[in-house]
């Protein structure tokens, strides 16, 4: 099961990376059961090898060697969220931009349906690297799929690995659509929103739309067997 694991780890970080959702930086995990889970070693996504190993971290205990500092972050959103079995930490760049002025994007289309009314801003530009930040982190979270850290990238969490990394995709889908919006606003065009009604028929995953979104980001990679 660990392995596997690891190696869904792996998919997910070269996705992430060849979308250009993450850069030098960034990891995610996968849950192994309610006390622990395996996360990316602390080296860039888009370098992970095939059955290179991932680091087992304890939900409740000091991070292993080799774990990023900010895998405290994981370590808090698990504990807070037995619902969630994968997360992604990752630098999406139209994200970033809008966060550096306290904005994220709103719900206005397909992908920032998922996330209506909108995804948490976490207010400190600062790097999560002690147990307070992280439980901060955990607790703006909440119980919604994202969460954006002001000029620092963001969270995105899921059911599966796969689920947290089609959702971090999308979310920087919903920043880029939230810029070119804003732009056309500026010229004298409209916000349209989302009403509640209409996010929540929309945000679906009926239809196979997460297994055809995981497939169309890890298209070619040297460990995929199948969609899931």
Excluded: K
């Excluded at 990238?153 to 810029?179: K, M, N, P, Q, Y």
């Excluded at 500026?186 to 679906?204: C, D, I, K, M, N």
């Excluded at 997460?210 to 969609?227: C, F, I, K, N, Q």
């Amino acid at each position: 099961m660990t392995a596997d694991l690891a190696r869904r780890v792996r998919i997910a970080g070269r996705a992430l990376a060849r979308a250009g959702l993450v850069h030098a930086y960034g990891h995610c995990s996968a849950r192994v059961d309610r006390d622990r889970f395996v996360v990316s070693p602390a080296r860039p996504l888009g370098l992970l090898a095939p059955s290179e190993p991932c680091i087992e971290v304890a939900i409740d205990r000091a991070l292993p060697p080799g774990a990023a500092g900010e895998v405290r972050i994981h370590q808090a959103v698990y504990r807070r969220r037995p619902d969630v079995g994968g997360i992604c930490r990752a630098q999406p760049p139209s994200t970033v931009t809008l966060s550096i002025a306290r904005i994220t994007p709103r719900a206005r289309h397909g992908s920032s349906s998922y996330f209506a009314p909108g995804p948490a801003l976490w207010d400190d530009p600062a790097l999560v690297r002690d147990d307070a930040a992280a439980a901060g982190v955990a607790e703006a979270l909440g119980r919604g799929p994202a969460v954006v850290l002001r000029g620092n990238g963001a969270v995105t969490v899921g059911a599966t690995i796969e689920e947290a990394t089609v959702l971090c995709w999308l979310l920087e889908d919903s920043a880029r659509v939230e810029l070119d919006l804003r732009q056309i606003a500026g010229s004298g065009g409209s916000l349209t929103e989302l009403s509640g009604a209409e996010a929540e028929r929309r945000a679906t995953w009926e239809g196979g739309l997460l297994e055809r979104m995981w497939a169309h980001l890890t298209h070619g990679d040297p460990e995929v067997h199948s969609y899931l």
